[in-house]
């Protein structure tokens, strides 16, 4: 089955604890993206992949860091998490930048 | 950059009736695509209809279908015969399409509106 997987789906975490979101998606496309999402403000870009080692900023980055070792998979990084980054995250992915993208089920996390 | 408007935080009606839902966008892009996204109480992002800015006929899927205006930048998602089942939060999004320059921006969203579908 063509999907978009994240884990975990659910982390509470203390601030200034390390932790890493995976995302991977098994239908060989190139272009990956995560976004928070936020009540009142919808969906917001945070990073974006077109390809193996390219890498982006989005619109929110800060704090936030990235990785794209394989094509497959897309983690997102939070050294140094706190409060404010407390939210619901989802990883996509597309053919290209330019096609329709598939999100993963989304991660919901809680800083303390 | 773009922006995109849904000027209507939530909205309710009683199953079976038509309820259409506003969106509207900013760009200074000519090619581009636009999309409604459902988002159930699972949380999941699911793609309900998309509609390409040089296509003029307007995008149906089944009960879903759009009044896409280019001029107007307006982008309203109709839904007929609601269904208990299309209760969720609607979410209206841009995308520049190829050749334009701005593909790897992504989405951009608007806040979306709440649906409630009353039995």
């Known amino acids: 089955e063509a999907q978009v997987t994240q884990n975990p789906r659910y982390l509470i975490t203390v601030t200034g604890k390390k932790l890493t979101v995976t995302c991977s998606q098994n239908?060989?496309?190139?272009?990956m993206s995560w976004y928070r999402q936020d009540p009142g403000l919808g969906l917001r870009q945070i990073y974006y992949?077109?390809?193996?080692?390219?890498?982006d900023k989005g619109d929110v980055p800060e704090g936030y860091k990235v990785s794209r070792k394989e094509k497959r998979n897309f983690p997102l990084i939070l050294e140094s998490p706190s409060p404010n980054q407390t939210s619901l995250y989802f990883c996509?992915?597309?053919?290209?930048?330019?096609?329709?993208?598939?999100f993963g089920p989304g991660t919901r996390l809680t800083v303390l | 950059a773009q922006t995109v408007t849904q000027s209507q935080p939530e909205m309710s009606v009683q199953e079976a009736e038509t309820v259409t839902l506003s969106c509207t966008y900013d760009?200074?892009?000519?090619?581009?695509?636009l999309f409604w996204y459902k988002q159930p109480p699972s949380r999941q992002m699911i793609l309900v209809i998309r509609?390409?800015?040089?296509?003029?006929q307007n995008a149906t899927e089944n009960r879903f279908s759009v009044n896409f205006q280019k001029a107007a930048k307006s982008f309203s998602l109709k839904i007929s015969d609601s269904q208990l089942g299309d209760t969720a939060m609607y979410f209206c999004?841009?995308?520049?399409?190829?050749?334009?320059?701005?593909?790897?921006?992504?989405?951009?969203f608007g806040k979306g509106t709440h649906l409630i579908i009353q039995p």
């Open positions: 996509a992915s597309s053919l290209s930048d330019y096609n329709e993208q598939f």
């Open positions: 239908m060989n496309h190139e272009y």
């Open positions: 992949s077109m390809n193996v080692e390219v890498t």
């Open positions: 760009t200074s892009e000519n090619n581009y695509y």
């Open positions: 509609q390409e800015a040089y296509k003029q």
């Open positions: 999004a841009f995308m520049p399409r190829e050749g334009s320059g701005g593909g790897a921006d992504g989405l951009t």
